[in-house]
């Protein structure tokens, strides 16, 4: 079965650090990956999506996502971190036509 | 342009009630999806609709109905609410039919408790 996985719960960075939110997934086929941003009390936006061609794959509000097929990973980048990045970040994956299968939520936090 | 619209915003409703959720997007997108989100799970799909007239079970269809009303709306009803449909529904669309690709877009969500 079609399937994400973010390993942490929790990512806590200092503002202007590097940050990483992790991503496995587990796919028959070509993956299809997305990560989407939830800030509190509102609905998800999109970041970024790889689907097929380079994989350093680059979306909004600076983040960028780096996918590896031999690791089965599509990690969340961003070279330094803003206090406003502090949000709960998805994976997902797209499992079929109308499925997509999201991960259990990363939480972010950047402290100033 | 507002994008995916849910309504209402919050609901309290006690065991055994009913309701429509309402969903409707501007984006001319074909697609249509619910999902409901619960600490710890991510979000999981309810039902969606690929293209007007056509619906389909998603992964926990279970106590759900939905409507395509149209190309704009879709809305989701629970016929007698239970405690475990205690959740935060979202709404989503996207723009082509049966897509592997395409993003999907998010609505605000309606915040749903269930006593």
């Known amino acids: 079965a079609q399937s994400v996985a973010q390993p942490e719960d929790q990512v806590n960075v200092a503002e202007g650090n590097p940050l990483t939110v992790k991503c496995t997934y587990s796919v028959s086929g070509n993956p299809y990956l997305f990560w989407y941003v939830q800030y509190p009390n509102r609905g998800l936006q999109f970041l970024l999506k790889y689907i097929t061609g380079d994989n350093l794959v680059k979306g909004s509000y600076g983040f960028e996502a780096e996918f590896n097929k031999s690791q089965t990973s599509f990690h969340l980048k961003k070279p330094s971190a803003l206090v406003s990045d502090s949000a709960l970040y998805f994976c997902?994956?797209?499992?079929?036509?109308?499925?997509?299968?999201f991960g259990a939520g990363t939480r972010l936090t950047v402290k100033p | 342009n507002a994008g995916v619209t849910q309504t209402p915003k919050f609901q309290v409703l006690k065991t055994g009630q009913s309701m429509t959720l309402q969903c409707a997007q501007d984006?001319?997108?074909?697609?249509m999806y619910w999902y409901r989100q619960d600490p710890g799970m991510g979000l999981r799909l309810i039902y969606y609709s690929a293209s007007e007239g056509t619906t389909d079970k998603g992964e926990v269809p279970n106590g759900y109905n939905v409507s395509r009303l149209n190309k704009r709306e879709f809305s989701l009803r629970l016929e007698s609410a239970a405690p475990s449909q205690t959740s935060v529904y979202f709404c989503?669309?996207?723009?082509?039919?049966?897509?592997?690709?395409?993003?999907?877009?998010f609505g605000p969500g309606t915040r749903l408790t269930v006593l």
């Open positions: 997902a994956v797209r499992a079929g036509p109308g499925d997509m299968r």
């Open positions: 989503a669309s996207s723009e082509r039919p049966y897509s592997l690709t395409d993003t999907q877009y």
């Open positions: 984006m001319n997108h074909n697609s």
